[in-house]
């Protein structure tokens, strides 16, 4: 009864996570991965790769990885990007593997205000292990032999489109984006009908200056952020600030959304988030840690760990243009 329990409360979560994407608490550090508007907006060759371990102390733990590319080529005044996801979840390692390609166009609204429309295409591959699922025939029988049920799941391919919009200018940021456009069918069952429920985002943010004192005259800044999406009746924001003392950057999140319950009438909360950044050069690096604040608590004691390296580096051909204008956008 016990096993029978901690299981049923397992699939509880896992069924409320059914058609959900991944999710990175430092959206910022790749920002084309919640919109491909992003894409060639630092007017660099930028490479990101994020490492996301999420609730580790429950068994089959969801870990997400992404490496990003994205570029702009002035002369057509266009960004491209590349993104390739993977993530795996649950015990029976349900797996799915993202190629993300992404182009926006930038026109100038007036003097550094910018507006950049995006379009985003994707082939996506699910599979799950089989032999690694756990049904009811074997723990009634309590033993690891081979379940009487007929594996009639097979990996799957599809394609999916997005699209979204940024408008920017040197101190505030916003944007819009959506996935899943053609909403398509993600069952593993060949029979079945899944169909993947369209995300929204909503994200914009505000970069403010702090002049440094006689003594140091560095400047430093205050980066306002925030992060709304909602995918079929799942909804969350995301919502903190940075401090930026070159080289470090610290920061401080919320996701949850305090004034709405849930269908058990609990208050939507989910995590508070610390981060650490340190920039060397043309590098960044960023750690974050999730501190869960909802009842999950109780079984993810360990928090959710992520890490984010990026690399940005200018052509000659970019190097006059990266002067003129910065993108305020945040850097973790």
């Known amino acids: 009864m016990k096993r029978l329990y901690i299981l049923s409360i397992i699939l509880s979560f896992v069924q409320s996570a059914i058609a959900q994407d991944q999710q990175f608490t430092q959206f910022y550090a ?23 371990n999420q609730w580790s102390a429950i068994p089959g733990a969801f870990q997400a990885y992404n490496v990003s ?11 491209l990007g590349m993104i390739v996801n993977h993530d795996r979840a649950g015990s029976g390692a349900l797996r799915s593997t993202s190629l993300r390609f992404q182009y926006a166009y930038e026109a100038r609204i007036k003097r550094n205000w910018f507006f950049r429309p995006a379009l985003e295409m994707s082939l ?39 699209a979204g919009f940024l408008t920017y200018g040197p101190k505030f940021w916003f944007g819009v984006s959506a996935f899943h456009l053609n909403k398509p069918n993600e069952s593993l069952y060949g029979y079945n009908e899944a169909p993947l429920g369209m995300r929204v985002t909503a994200h914009g943010g505000l970069r403010l200056r702090i002049k440094g004192n006689s003594l140091t005259k560095l400047d430093n800044y205050v980066v306002i952020a925030a992060n709304y999406q909602m995918q079929d009746e799942f909804d969350q924001l995301d ?13 401080l999140w919320y996701r949850g959304l305090p004034a709405k319950s849930n269908n058990y009438g609990y208050m939507n909360h989910d995590a508070l988030a610390v981060l ?10 960023g750690y974050s840690y999730d501190i869960t604040v909802s009842r999950l608590s109780i079984a993810s004691s360990a928090g959710s760990h992520e890490l984010s390296v990026s690399y940005q580096w200018a052509s000659k051909h970019n190097q006059k243009s990266m002067k003129k204008r910065i993108m305020p956008c945040a850097k973790f």
């Open 30 to 52: 790749s920002p084309t991965q919640i919109n491909p508007a992003f894409a060639g907006a630092s007017v660099q060759n930028r490479l990101v790769s994020q490492i996301r």
């Open 69 to 79: 590319y994205d570029t702009y080529i002035p002369n057509i005044k266009s960004g």
């Open 124 to 162: 996506v591959s699910k599979n799950i292990d089989f032999n690694k699922l756990r049904f009811y025939d074997q723990m009634i029988r309590e033993t690891n032999s081979p379940s009487v049920e007929f594996p009639i799941m097979e990996p799957i391919s599809y394609f999916d489109f997005g």
């Open 276 to 285: 650490l950044g340190f920039q060397a050069g043309k590098y960044k690096f």
């Open 239 to 251: 919502i903190g600030f940075y401090y930026e003392v070159s080289p470090i950057i610290l920061g």
